[in-house]
Nanobody, 115 residues
Framework: QGHLVQSGGGLVQPGGSLRLSCVASGSIASTYAMGWYRQVPGEERELVAYTTSGGTTNYADSVKGRFTISRDNAKNTLYLQMNSLKPEDTAVYYC?????????WGQGTQVTVSL
């Protein structure tokens, strides 16, 4: 899957929505899993959601019902649709991909939820 380039993110008010995108330089069809993590300064990176090549998805309890992870293999792109955003969702978000070539990470994108 090679290099991962993220886009999206930014500043949004509580209750708003954002969509993050993560474009891979190679095919993602053969990846075992792709996912999104987030990190707040001074804290460990935490898993937000992941999706496997078999179609399994899983979410952190804190985002269930609000976030949706999806992938478009034809576009080599992973998405994270974030709705009903809360101030506690503020963090740097990272996409990641796991395949036979190992693990790759995106560059990170800031999401800030504030009035």
């Amino acid at each position: 899957q090679g290099h991962l380039v993220q886009s999206g993110g930014g500043l949004v008010q509580p209750g708003g929505s954002l969509r993050l995108s993560c474009v891979a330089s190679g095919s993602i069809a053969s990846t075992y899993a792709m996912g999104w993590y987030r990190q707040v300064p001074g804290e460990e990176r935490e898993l937000v959601a992941y999706t496997t090549s078999g179609g399994t998805t899983n979410y952190a309890d804190s985002v269930k019902g609000r976030f949706t992870i999806s992938r478009d293999n034809a576009k080599n792109t992973l998405y994270l649709q974030m709705n009903s955003l809360k101030p506690e969702d503020t963090a740097v978000y990272y996409c990641t991909s796991t395949s036979t070539n190992g693990v790759s990470w995106g560059q990170g994108t800031q999401v800030t939820v504030s009035l």
